[in-house]
Structure formats: structure tokens, C-alpha cells
């Protein structure tokens, strides 16, 4: 079987500035991410991976270079197919898991379900049921952010990227904030995810430690992929 591609990068380049001072944090990427893939991205503080990622998830356009999803350069679509693009296609989790705390576990996993009307509430509510389950957390459904440790809370954020079925889970850093081995259990659920129910993740971390299972594993620093 010959693989899809989802995501394609050429000649991409980012630079940001500071005062008068250009920095450049991605020198001239390029990437491909096939359907189904898992890949990890390991580089220091500072390497780039956070641009890197937000370009991919398109919330920061880049200087130089084209990137394509899905088939579609997404240079050329406008603010609401971008929006479009980042609420049906693609799932964020973050460091900090950006979960909104006066809001229970299933409520937090529905909100992005909240901007696809042609869900029905049934449909929607088998949806956070399902995702609750996939991420071992059904339990907790009815439990506020505070009254979950770490572990949960990143696995009510894994089930809010995970609910609307995209195309592509872009994780930053997703256990930075977590002890090694609550990080180690996260990160199994993340290649299982990937193994039984084929979602495609991009996962970065500074953390070598963490990518033993991992297939794919890419170097970043000083804003270039080697
Ligand atoms: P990482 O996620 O690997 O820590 P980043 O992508 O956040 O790296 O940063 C890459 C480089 O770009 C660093 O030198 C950082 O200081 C710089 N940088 C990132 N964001 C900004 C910004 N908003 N303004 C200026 N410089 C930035
Ligand atoms: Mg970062």
C-alpha cells in the first residue's frame, strides 16, 4: 500500500523580530506527513518546534515556502476556510492542556463539537462518550478540571483534540508538565491511539526519554530538521 500524503512542507521559512533584530526560527523545512504516521519531534528549547507546529496547524503563516493539507495550499484559502481547516481537520493539545475550568470533562470535550451544527445533541453526546472511553477517563466525565490530577486532565484534552475526528493531531510538548511516568503512560495512549484507531499525531518534546516506541523520529535545532 503505498502511503498518503497529508501534510507537505517545501522551502518553508520563519523569522520573527525582535526590536530591529530578525530572528529566524525555521530555516528552509522540508516535511511530509503521510496519513497514519506518527512522528516525533525532539529539539532543545528554543530549536523551533512550537513555529514549526503552529505553521502545520495553520494559526502562524510562514515568510517563505508552501504548505499543503489536506490537498489544499493553504496559502490561498481565506480566514474561514482556515478556521474551517482548524476546527474539522486538525486536533491541538498543549502543555498546558487549555482546558476551561468552570466547564466538566465532557463539556470541555464537546466545546469544538459546538461549532459543527449539523450534529445533533445525541450525536454529539455518543461522540464525547466515545472519546471519554478511547482515553480511559469515563469515570471522571462529570468532574471539573481542578478535581483532576495531570494525567486526567491531559487525557480530557486528548479527547477534546480527538472528538471531532481530524485528519491530524499537532501535540506541543503534551507532558512537559507531567512526571515521567504519568508522561510515559501519555505517551503509550497516544501510539495506541495512533495503532488501533489510525489517527495521524505530529508530537513534539524536548524529551529524548520519551520516543522509544515512536516510528518516526525527527531532529530540530537552530530552526532546521535534520
Ligand atoms: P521551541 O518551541 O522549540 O522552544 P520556538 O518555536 O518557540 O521554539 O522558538 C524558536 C525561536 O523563535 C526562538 O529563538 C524563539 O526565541 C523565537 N521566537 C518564538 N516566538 C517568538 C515571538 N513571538 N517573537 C520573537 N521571537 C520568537
Ligand atoms: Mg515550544
Do not use: W
Request: with cysteine.
Amino acid at each position: 500500500m503505498t502511503s498518503q500524503t497529508l501534510v507537505s512542507l517545501k522551502g518553508v521559512e520563519k523569522r520573527y523580530l525582535l526590536g530591529e533584530v530578525e530572528v529566524p526560527a525555521l530555516k528552509s523545512i522540508d516535511l511530509e506527513i503521510a496519513l497514519g504516521e506518527f512522528t516525533a519531534l525532539i529539539g532543545v528549547s528554543g530549536s523551533g518546534k512550537s513555529t514549526l507546529l503552529n505553521l502545520i496547524g495553520s494559526i502562524d503563516v510562514p515568510d517563505k515556502g508552501k504548505i499543503v493539507f489536506d490537498g489544499q495550499d493553504i496559502s490561498a484559502l481565506s480566514e474561514v476556510e482556515l478556521s474551517h481547516l482548524r476546527n474539522r481537520k486538525i486536533g491541538f493539545i498543549f502543555q498546558s492542556f487549555n482546558l476551561i475550568p468552570v466547564l466538566t470533562a465532557a463539556e470541555n470535550i464537546e466545546l469544538p463539537l459546538l461549532m459543527q451544527p449539523e450534529l445533533s445533541p445525541a450525536e454529539r453526546s455518543e461522540r464525547v462518550q466515545t472519546a471519554l472511553q478511547d482515553v480511559g477517563i469515563l469515570d471522571h466525565q462529570n468532574h471539573l478540571p481542578d478535581r483532576l490530577s495531570g494525567g486526567q486532565r491531559q487525557r480530557v484534552a486528548i479527547a477534546r483534540a480527538l472528538v471531532t475526528r481530524p485528519k491530524l493531531i499537532l501535540a506541543d510538548e503534551p507532558t512537559a508538565n507531567l512526571d515521567s511516568k504519568t508522561a510515559h503512560k501519555i505517551i503509550d495512549l497516544l501510539l495506541d491511539l495512533n495503532r488501533k484507531k489510525n489517527v495521524t499525531f505530529f508530537f513534539c518534546s524536548h524529551d529524548e526519554k520519551l520516543i522509544g516506541r515512536v516510528g518516526r523520529v525527527l531532529h530540530i535545532s537552530d530552526g532546521m530538521i535534520s
